[in-house]
């Protein structure tokens, strides 16, 4: 990336799960990015203020987009992003039972169960709670504090036909309140930015987000690109039918796949495109 743009990338080295959980990922992103976003430090790596973006895959991709909204709404910031660029980012926790999580349910490299288990990791929740979280029991409607976010990821309505196919929405009558009770950070926009108001969502940066067919995470981007063009931001989704999630990793010999190749491309040509 460093040399294709020739910019510079600060790469942000925040804590992990097991030893740490949230919110002290997107609050070290957050003070890193804030840190680097100061007048001086910018020009002391010679970077000019009109052209940053904040990018990230994955995780990453749900950091980069928690702090972006977070900075666009902090009126002391004197620079902002030009752009976003978030690679098949993982932006919810509310329904995993989206087109895409029903379809590659047991698709490696990301099964279902296992991002469950990853969304729990993050909150240093309770495991048990996994087998009602794949059924949406954690945000069944009668658990009142989810009302106000279901618009927010209603992907009948946020998601084409063309992904939707034929699948049906799981939305149980009851379910576990007591999973709320213990994690209420589910429903927290710092974690799962797809949840947050139009009103932010207004501010943020032209944005780039990469999807791919293969992947429990597609609807989550194509949701939040469709939320993004709602709230009048310019959005370029980049779709990919034959690719899974994490194939931007595989670009370097022995594991030089196709996939990995054409997606880098792909991103790095958007991004010098636009930066």
């Known amino acids: 990336m460093a040399e294709s743009l020739d910019a510079v990338v600060i790469s942000i080295e925040y804590r992990l ?14 003070r890193a990015t804030r840190y680097f976003m100061r007048p001086e430090v910018l020009a002391q790596y010679s970077v000019d ?16 987009a928690a702090v ?53 990791d993050y ?26 976010f279901r618009d927010h990821v209603d992907w009948t309505s946020l998601v084409s036909a063309r992904f939707r196919k034929n699948y049906k929405p799981v939305m149980p009558s ?8 213990d994690i209420p950070s589910l429903l927290d926009v710092h974690a799962a930015p797809l949840l947050a ?8 940066p032209k944005t780039y987000i990469l999807t791919c067919e ?24 980049d779709h990919f039918e034959d690719c899974f999630h994490g194939c931007m990793i595989f670009t370097i010999w022995p594991t030089n796949f196709s996939a990995g190749i054409r997606t880098r491309d792909s991103y790095i040509k958007w991004l010098s495109e636009n930066l």
Not at 174 to 181: C, D, N, R, Y
């Open 17 to 30: 799960v097991p030893d740490f959980h949230f919110p002290v990922q997107f609050n070290d992103v957050l």
């Open 214 to 237: 293969i992947d429990v995470l597609r609807d989550d981007g194509i949701m939040y690109a469709k939320r993004l063009e709602e709230a009048g931001v310019e959005v370029t989704v």
């Open 197 to 204: 108001k139009k009103e932010v969502l207004r501010f943020q």
């Open 68 to 120: 972006c909204q977070e900075m666009s709404q902090d009126q002391n910031e004197t620079n902002r992003f030009k752009l976003q660029a978030l690679v098949y980012p993982v932006l919810q926790a509310f329904d995993f039972n989206t087109p895409s999580y029903q379809q590659n349910e047991v698709t490696p490299v990301l099964p279902r169960f296992v991002m469950v288990k990853f969304w729990i």
């Open 123 to 148: 909150f240093n929740g309770n495991y048990e709670f996994a087998p009602s979280m794949v059924v949406n029991n954690h945000t069944s409607l009668d658990v009142s504090q989810t009302n106000s």
């Open 49 to 64: 203020p009109s052209r940053i973006a904040i990018s990230g895959d994955s995780a990453g991709g749900n950091l980069a």
């Open 174 to 181: 009851t379910g576990k309140v007591e999973i709320l009770q």
